[in-house]
């Protein structure tokens, strides 16, 4: 990752909440999420695959995926059944599940081969699947030792991009470890 971003002198958990988008949105409620910060479809797709590693909170998927018909695989959403309550609610009953059950602490492409076995908790997970493009890009990351790797980590220098600070008159942080003061 490049250095030399000044960042702000406090940390507020709930604040990048503000701009993600649900994990119930369609593919094109995506894009334009990622178009506005200046991203585009392939970079979403690739930052997607983060979702291989993590959990989740049964609340961000239960009522989309497992109440209501969807394409997820049945046999997934039986053992979600039994790990998440059918209210789960933020702040309630609200346990969490691996995002990925076959390499749950592994960041790997196994998302992407999740995504087209159906085996994906989240509405915006499958909703790759919902364009030609898109879908494309899925087969390709699942198939391709070494595709999405490469393209990860650029996606993610682009990301880290992403509405940065320039500190007073063009200076930078120089040192992480303490704040300067300009």
């Given at each position: 990752?490049?250095?030399g971003?000044?960042?702000?002198t406090?940390?507020?958990?709930?604040e990048?909440?503000?701009?993600l988008?649900?994990p119930?949105s369609?593919?094109?409620?995506l894009?334009?999420?990622f178009v506005i910060?200046g991203?585009?479809?392939?970079?979403?797709?690739v930052?997607?695959?983060?979702?291989?590693?993590?959990?989740?909170?049964c609340?961000?998927f239960?009522?989309?995926?497992?109440?209501?018909?969807?394409?997820?695989?049945?046999?997934l959403?039986?053992?979600?059944?039994?790990?998440?309550?059918?209210?789960?609610?933020?702040?309630?009953?609200?346990?969490?599940?691996?995002?990925?059950v076959?390499?749950?602490?592994?960041?790997?492409?196994?998302?992407?081969?999740?995504?087209?076995?159906h085996?994906?908790?989240f509405?915006?997970?499958a909703?790759?699947?919902?364009?030609?493009?898109?879908?494309?890009?899925v087969?390709?990351?699942?198939?391709?030792?070494?595709?999405?790797?490469?393209?990860?980590?650029?996606?993610?220098?682009?990301?880290?991009?992403?509405?940065?600070?320039?500190g007073?008159?063009?200076?930078?942080?120089?040192n992480?470890r303490?704040?300067?003061?300009?």
């Amino acid at each position: 990752m490049p250095s030399g971003r000044r960042d702000g002198t406090f940390s507020n958990a709930s604040e990048p909440l503000k701009f993600l988008v649900p994990p119930t949105s369609n593919l094109s409620d995506l894009v334009a999420s990622f178009v506005i910060k200046g991203l585009n479809a392939e970079d979403l797709v690739v930052l997607s695959g983060a979702h291989t590693i993590g959990r989740s909170h049964c609340s961000s998927f239960v009522s989309d995926r497992l109440n209501t018909p969807s394409d997820i695989n049945g046999g997934l959403a039986a053992f979600l059944r039994g790990q998440c309550p059918a209210d789960a609610t933020p702040g309630g009953n609200d346990p969490t599940v691996m995002q990925d059950v076959v390499t749950p602490n592994k960041l790997d492409r196994q998302y992407y081969k999740n995504v087209l076995s159906h085996t994906v908790l989240f509405t915006s997970d499958a909703a790759l699947m919902t364009s030609a493009e898109t879908a494309r890009m899925v087969v390709e990351n699942a198939k391709i030792p070494g595709w999405w790797e490469g393209r990860f980590e650029k996606a993610m220098v682009k990301m880290a991009g992403i509405e940065v600070k320039t500190g007073y008159q063009g200076q930078i942080r120089k040192n992480c470890r303490a704040i300067n003061y300009y």
